[in-house]
């Protein structure tokens, strides 16, 4: 620059940014171009050649639902340097562009809320992880009884697969009797939409044992209340305050828990008894 003073130097002086004061003194050198000032070249949308043969692209019958990218693709693979921002601007200003269309997911926002009568009618699973001191990462899966409120099965596992949710059922149905087919073809079991409970093995363990599979709406954590107030519990009081070096040692503490939970736990829901004793309560009404 004449005189000796950057472009960069003047933009601190004048307190704006480089390329402002950058555009400004090319502005005023218009009349003198330097060696260096080229012409932009590029293909613009309003290119009369260009707007025609996106015309002729879109109006073929196999190309009617055809977007900007595949029509920018087509047109590349004729050898046209055109970006695809160009062929959508053309597609714009010819009125061929098409609004994005999003189907939104057909689930119910809701779903009626569990009331079972008895045990063993209505079941609910769900999952959590925990962190060891090492920073390894462990999976919890929980099953609970609603009308209990036991927790029936789970297991802690370095991986969340739809087998460990296939572990957590079998050892819910095994402990509690249930491991024919038709002696467990009244239960439900309710679970999120999550990928391990929509797994083709988990489903086709359901369905071989008989088990109504239910899932929750659609972003809704209250329709699986039950289990999800359960594992917040099991947070609050053992999880969290404890540090745990070992899956060994995070597996013998939740181990201990879940028999204090159903052993000596009292819960307000169930008359502040414990769920074993409200279990046993019913068994013997039922009996009389």
Known sequence: MEGGISVRRLARVLEEPVATVGRWLKR????????????????????QRLQVRVRECCAEPR???????RIWAL????????????????????????????????????????????????????????????LEMLFLVVVIDCYTRQILGWTLDRRCRASEWVAAVRQALEGQGL?????????????????????KRFVEF???????????????????????????????????????DTWGEAHQAIDAYVEFYNEHRIHAALGYRTPNEFAAAYLTLAAA
């Open 179 to 199: 491991a024919e087919k038709l002696e467990s073809g009244f239960l439900v079991l309710r679970s999120d939409n999550g990928a391990q409970p929509c797994a």
């Open 63 to 69: 190309h009617a639902l055809y977007g900007y990218r």
């Open 28 to 47: 005023g050198n218009e009349g003198n171009p330097g060696p260096k000032a080229m012409e932009r070249r590029r293909p613009i949308s309003g290119d």
């Open 75 to 134: 047109l590349r693979r004729e050898g046209w340097r055109v970006n695809r921002k160009t062929v959508w601007r053309a597609m714009r200003e010819l009125g061929l562009s098409r609004p994005k269309v999003w189907h939104r997911p057909q689930r119910p926002k809701r779903v009626e809320k569990m009331r079972p009568h008895r045990p063993h009618q209505a079941w609910q699973i769900d999952m959590t992880s925990l962190v060891l001191s090492n």
């Open 206 to 244: 359901l369905g071989q044992r008989g088990i109504e599979a239910q899932y929750t709406g659609y972003n809704a954590p209250d329709d699986n209340a039950y289990v999800e107030r359960v594992i917040r519990t099991i947070k609050e009081e053992e999880i969290w305050p404890s540090a745990y």
